[in-house]
């Protein structure tokens, strides 16, 4: 009897969590959410891992393009010679009395027949006065 009321009271417990304790790729694909859930923990290749998982291999272009922008993302013209598309998002991160500092999410997608093909993804950071 003990173990059906442990049981049933386990079961409870967990039935009740909240959904916010879900993990990060289960969360909506958002640069701003990115950057306090990667960077600031100093989890980049999840990051990374997370923005391709997002745009698969095959995706038509239209579809990749839009998924960024949802996210935030500002996306350049097709660069017709290479055949890659640019998309970035920035942030600013501080500002100091004399310095900003942000954080650029840049994802490069190269196209093949107007679909994903590879997607390449970096952040970095910069101070301007």
Known sequence: MNFI???LLAATALAMAPAAMAAPSAAP???HQFEAAY???DALADGYARVQSALPDGLEATQA???LRQAGARCERLRQSSGELGCYYREQLSVDDYLRTYATWDVTLSLIDS????VRVARTTDQHS
């Open 5 to 7: 009321a442990s049981t």
């Open 29 to 31: 694909f958002d640069f």
């Open 39 to 41: 960077a600031r923990t």
């Open 65 to 67: 393009v839009a998924v």
């Open 115 to 118: 679909k994903v093909g590879a």
